[in-house]
């Protein structure tokens, strides 16, 4: 326990889902969703090493793990994706109409990407 937040655990005990309840509400479809979102979140985390050694430690890019772990992220998107009934074709249009609409300049600014114009009404 905490001396300086003594009633955390407590806290999160009473806030935390009781995982007897996730599995009760579980599907085999929310399963398969949930199997392909931790795969993407896995998948970009072993990306995200393959980039840190390269920029951090200075070793050469590992072109072909790179390829192979974006191959993994594009395997569990895909999968994502047919789990909940929706293209890539409407994933791209949606982030384009959304990018279109942030940065209305046509071009990247510091200012466009703070101001985040696509989130107001």
């Known amino acids: 326990m905490s001396e300086i937040y003594p009633d955390y655990e407590d806290l999160v005990n009473s806030l935390a889902k009781p995982g007897k309840e996730i599995i009760t509400d579980m599907t085999p479809k929310k399963a398969h969703i949930q199997h392909m979102a931790i795969g993407i979140s896995g998948e970009a985390g072993e990306l995200t090493d393959a980039i840190k050694k390269w920029v951090i430690y200075g070793k050469p890019l590992d072109v072909e793990n790179v390829i192979e772990e974006l191959g993994d992220i594009e395997f569990y998107l895909q999968g994502l994706r047919s789990g909940l009934g929706i293209s890539r074709d409407q ?31």
């Open 91 to 121: 994933v791209i249009d949606a982030n384009t109409t959304k990018l279109n609409k942030r940065y209305s300049s046509g071009q990247y600014s510091d200012k466009q990407a703070q101001d985040r114009s696509d989130k107001t009404a």
